[in-house]
């Protein structure tokens, strides 16, 4: 009976740090799109510009990072995926990622209609601030705007 007891202890303790040794990583997906939107879409005609503020909002200190950006493509169809890009932000710093700067990740031409995803990963404990803006103008000047606030999650 002993031996069976601690048979599955072992096994136990087995499964539990297998489990401890899961990466677990913050990520945020913050939505864009960029460039003119083609008539065949379904978005307004227009051009459409993002811009996402990152804040890490620590006291004291450095973090680094990494970001990649995947497309959304139409007809239900998977699009390309960026490599990860990393970057560093010390305590209380912003910075911008903005269209330029996913079309040069994802070697588009500036201009080009995408839509899609920035993913920004780091450590589980670390938050950041992720905030999108979205606008977008027609022959006029900017028509629309709209702020949102990306929430964090921990991911496998």
């Not at 803006?133 to 990306?150: D, I, K, L, P, W």
Request: hydrophobic residues 45%; charged residues 15%; proline residues 4%.
């Amino acid at each position: 009976m002993r031996t069976r007891i601690v048979t599955i202890l072992v096994v136990l303790a087995a499964a539990t740090a297998a489990h401890a040794q899961t990466l677990q990583v913050r990520q945020y997906a913050a939505k864009f799109v960029c460039g003119k939107a083609p008539d065949q879409l379904n978005f307004a005609p227009g051009n459409y510009f993002t811009t996402i503020n990152v804040h890490y909002p620590a006291l004291t200190g450095e973090m680094k990072f990494q970001k990649k950006f995947a497309l959304a493509q139409i007809n239900e169809q998977p699009g390309k995926v960026s490599q990860w890009f990393g970057f560093a932000l010390k305590a209380d710093q912003a910075m911008q990622i903005d269209c330029r700067n996913i079309y040069a990740h994802l070697g588009i031409a500036p201009g080009t209609f995408i839509d899609g995803f920035a993913v920004i990963q780091m450590p589980p404990k670390v938050e950041l601030d992720v905030v999108g803006v979205y606008t977008a103008a027609g022959n006029a000047g900017v028509s629309t705007m709209h702020m949102e606030r990306v929430a964090g999650r921990l991911t496998q």
